[in-house]
């Protein structure tokens, strides 16, 4: 979901403002990573045995793919009657209009919608794009390797589930001072 909210974000908020709200919305993504584990905990223990009865083995089918599935459905479709494309597609001015904000780049066509086969030839003729996704590639591999082998480590060193999910809960919220910070400090002191 990144790519269609980050164009969306654009639309929205100001170049003065953007890092900030950028590095606010990019929050959701430790929120949701912090949640998935007490969600998992919890939703297997508050509805394993409507599912499952006495069969306490299979409790984790609900915890970890039912549960969560039914909440990011509900999240989706809050997202979906909530987020609109463009302020112009709401019968809005541009956000460089409202606020009188331009960028040193910026020009009406930049507010123009691409189709689908120019976005794909921008996106893909863009060697720095390439460039961050190669080396975002194994940030990924790192982040998930935390994220998925820590509760399973925890709980092999004796630590209670409810106990590894709240630190895989931890793990996830610590990150976001520092992601607004650096958002803060994109706009205000980098500009």
Request: charge should be neutral; glycine fraction near 8%; include cysteine.
């Amino acid at each position: 979901g990144w790519p269609p909210c980050g164009r969306v974000m654009t639309h929205w908020f100001s170049i003065k403002e953007r890092g900030t709200w950028m590095s606010v919305w990019n929050c959701a993504h430790n929120v949701g990573g912090a949640l998935v584990g007490p969600m998992a905990v919890y939703g297997a223990m508050w509805f394993g045995s409507w599912f499952y009865g006495a069969d306490t083995q299979r409790y984790f089918l609900v915890g970890t793919y039912l549960f969560p599935a039914c909440v990011a459905i509900l999240v989706a479709i809050v997202a979906y009657t909530m987020i609109r494309d463009t302020p112009q597609s709401c019968g809005l001015p541009s956000i460089e209009k409202w606020r009188g904000e331009y960028s040193d780049t910026y020009s009406d066509k930049a507010e123009e919608v691409l189709s689908t086969k120019e976005i794909f030839r921008t996106v893909l003729t863009n060697r720095f794009l390439w460039y961050i996704a190669f080396a975002n590639a194994f940030v990924y591999m790192v982040r998930y390797g935390c994220l998925d082998w820590a509760p399973t480590i925890l709980t092999e060193k004796g630590i209670d589930i409810k106990e590894a999910g709240w630190a895989y809960f931890a793990y996830e919220m610590a990150a976001i001072p520092g992601t607004i910070i650096c958002g803060w400090l994109s706009d205000h002191v980098f500009k």
